[in-house]
Each structure stands twice: as C-alpha cells, then as structure tokens.
C-alpha cells in the first residue's frame, strides 16, 4: 500500500528551527511532485511549500518564502522541508501529499493530490 509518512514535528520557540521528513512507503517520491500542507482547526489546509517531479522546480506560499526550503533526498527516498526563524502563526499540523501528473498552476490545491499522509504537529510557542 502506498504511503507518505511525515516526522520532525516538535515544539520550539519562536526564531527556532526544525527539519520535516516524509518518507514514501512501496513507492519511489522523485517520481512524484511532493508539497507541504499545514492546517489549523477551523481553516482551510494551506499549501506551504512543493517540489516538482520534472525539473525539481521548487514553490512556496508568501508566508514561507525565504524562510523555509523544500529538498529532496532521493537516497533515502525522502522529502524535506527545513523550517528556520518560525513564527507562533507557523504552528498547525504539517501533511505531505504526492501527486503523479505535475503542472505548476494550482501546486497548492488540495485537491489535486490523491496521496496524503497522517500530519506531525508543530507548535511554535515560548
């Protein structure tokens, strides 16, 4: 059965760091366009950042640019998202979610993605 499983979720004070992983089970991820999504109760799932599968075109929404940074590491047939300078707003649960057919408009549409996995939690908070 195919999955994505994500870690690295933690709590950590505000100017603080962490590394997400995610992690494909049964199925090789640089065939695929990876994102990140993070959600909060209550609101829509927010795409945060996506890696694409052709050329390794990377995005990332306006309220992450420049602070975090998506990678592949394609030997450990992993995705990463390196978080830095996190901000109390940056707290939800992080999903990684792949999708095989790739095409740069609508990167952050939920919708688009059919592989998702179960979230890791991350609290920014002093």
């Known amino acids: 059965q195919v999955q994505l499983v994500e870690s690295g979720g933690d709590l950590v004070q505000p100017g603080g760091s962490l590394r997400l992983s995610c992690t494909g089970s049964?199925?090789?991820?640089?065939?695929?366009?990876i994102a990140w999504f993070r959600q909060v109760p209550g609101k829509e799932r927010e795409g945060v950042s996506c890696?694409?599968?052709?050329?390794?075109?990377?995005y990332y929404s306006n309220s992450v640019r420049g602070r975090f940074a998506i990678s592949r590491d394609n030997a450990e047939n992993t995705v990463l998202l390196q978080m830095n300078n996190l901000k109390p707003e940056d707290t939800a649960v992080y999903y990684c979610?792949?999708?095989?057919?790739?095409?740069?408009?609508?990167?952050?549409?939920?919708?688009?993605?059919?592989?998702w996995g179960q979230g890791t939690q991350v609290t920014v908070s002093s």
């Open positions: 979610a792949a999708r095989r057919l790739w095409w740069p408009s609508g990167w952050n549409d939920p919708v688009l993605y059919d592989t």
């Open positions: 049964d199925f090789t991820l640089d065939a695929y366009a």
């Open positions: 890696i694409s599968n052709n050329d390794g075109s990377t």
